[in-house]
């Protein structure tokens, strides 16, 4: 089983940044898939990105492709959010997740959530 606690939330102005991270419990961490997911006040939530294990593939929504990077430091058992450019419209809480497939995981593969952390996003 993993267990995932996100950090690294918080108020920030429109343009400005935050780093997220995500620090996965178990030793076997490296095997996971890794996604990071949104869910703004009122919406469902929505795919953000993803990191296949070790780092070989990633992959990003259309709305935050160029603004966003996630990466995972296996050592660390911990994967990253770097958010820039931030908009009012990146607002939500983000949650990540695990998958135990190598690739890019379809969203129904994520067997494991955080508890999420808030990101707001002034104008």
């Known amino acids: 089983q993993v267990q995932l606690v996100e950090s690294g939330g918080g108020l920030v102005q429109t343009g400005g940044s935050l780093r997220l991270s995500c620090a996965a419990s178990?030793?076997?961490?490296?095997?996971?898939?890794m996604g990071w997911f949104r869910q703004a006040p009122g919406k469902e939530r929505e795919f953000v990105a993803a990191?296949?294990?070790?780092?070989?593939?990633?992959y990003y929504a259309d709305s935050v492709k160029g603004r966003f990077t996630v990466s995972r430091d296996d050592a660390k058992n911990t994967v990253y959010l770097q958010m820039n450019s931030l908009k009012p419209e990146d607002t939500a809480d983000y949650y990540c997740a695990a998958a135990a497939t190598p690739g890019i995981p379809a969203p129904s593969e994520y067997r494991y959530w955080g508890q999420g952390t808030q990101v707001t996003v002034s104008s």
């Open positions: 990191i296949s294990w070790r780092g070989l593939s990633t």
């Open positions: 178990g030793r076997t961490f490296s095997s996971y898939a």
